[in-house]
């Protein structure tokens, strides 16, 4: 597969977000205004990191999970509750043929 330039640049961003999450994880914050601030930097790298990688699965075709689905198979029902109609087809009268005379053989 070929990697097209917005591919190559999806996988670029979403390791970045990943690296820098990383990078918050290890800072410790000395602040209660800072924690609130550091949270909402990670909220926001997980969605950019979430849409990175969308844009990944949609660059490589691959569908959403349980977009599709496998065609159903109609079921064959092994007992019949009603019968089925039948066609009745006119039946027409045989005309009748003349029988061979049998003669004896002369001998």
């Not at 977009?67 to 198979?73: D, E, H, S």
């Not at 029902?77 to 006119?90: D, G, R, W």
């Amino acid at each position: 597969m070929k990697l097209s330039k917005g591919l190559i640049q999806a996988y670029d961003l979403r390791d970045l977000t990943h690296k820098l999450a990383l990078e918050l994880a290890e800072a410790q914050p000395d602040k209660e205004l800072d924690k609130t601030s550091r949270a909402k930097e990670v909220a926001a790298l997980v969605r950019a990191w979430a849409e990175a990688d969308d844009h990944v699965r949609i660059h490589r075709g691959k569908p959403l999970p349980g977009t599709l689905r496998p065609v159903a198979k109609p079921k064959k029902s092994k007992s019949k509750t009603e019968p089925e109609p039948v066609t009745l087809q006119a039946i027409e009268p045989v005309a009748e043929q003349a029988k061979p005379s049998v003669e004896p053989m002369a001998t």
